[in-house]
């Protein structure tokens, strides 16, 4: 039977830990199409009080979440475990993005691991729905590890092959909703 929960409270926090992945649901206000993005590398992902988390989010193919999150803020992230303990855990609430060059980015950097060279921004929600779910169809799959060719590529990017990204690919949704502005800064400018 799902259960709703009031925060989140020692136990979620600790299922999240052990989790290796994500999901990410957005849409925009009207039409357009609902977007949904598995994310990996666990120390993108932190908890930061009863009611509020952030995630890193990383250059990518697109960037329909931060366009959707412009546009109406609305978000849902889903854990689910593949392990022989069965469960779903949903987290819905509002989103914003928040620039790498920004205080507040600053502010939250102490709550996540490694640096990953393709950091775009953090995606901070505060949760106003907590619910898990049996998970009794979800298959069994055992971790062999993370799969590091996402940090490998932006590795190897340049200053201009970003800046094409913020000009090309993650300046709108696939739909022609505003994402990143043209003055986003490039990863190496961003402080470590």
């Known amino acids: ?3 709703v929960f009031t925060h989140l ?7 999240i830990d052990a989790q290796s992945m994500f999901f990410v649901a957005t849409a925009p206000s009207e039409g357009g199409r609902v977007n949904l993005s598995p994310k990996g590398y666990r120390d993108t992902f932190a908890v930061i009080d009863d009611n509020t988390f952030a995630y890193l989010d ?4 697109g960037a329909e979440t931060i366009a959707h999150l412009r546009d109406n803020g609305r978000i849902t992230i889903m854990f689910c475990s593949f392990t022989r303990t069965s ?8 989103g914003r993005m928040v620039r790498p060059d920004s ?6 950097r102490p709550h996540f691991g490694l640096q990953h060279p ?3 921004a953090a995606i901070v929600v505060t949760v106003d729905r907590i619910a898990d779910s049996c998970g009794y169809s979800v298959p069994y799959l055992e971790l062999v590890d993370e799969r590091p060719v996402l940090d490998a590529l932006h590795a190897r990017r340049t200053e201009d092959d970003f ?3 913020i000009a090309g690919v993650n300046a709108a949704s696939i739909d022609g909703l ?6 986003h800064p490039l990863p190496s400018a961003i402080p470590r």
Request: proline fraction near 2%; charge should be negative.
């Open 9 to 15: 409270d020692d136990s979620l926090r600790a299922f």
């Open 87 to 94: 469960k779903i855990l949903r987290l819905f609430g509002t």
């Open 103 to 108: 205080a507040e980015f600053d502010a939250l």
């Open 178 to 183: 505003p994402a990143l502005e043209s003055d």
């Open 163 to 165: 800046a094409e990204r």
């Open 118 to 120: 393709g950091l775009r």
């Open 58 to 61: 990383l250059y990518g193919s």
């Open 1 to 3: 039977m799902a259960k």
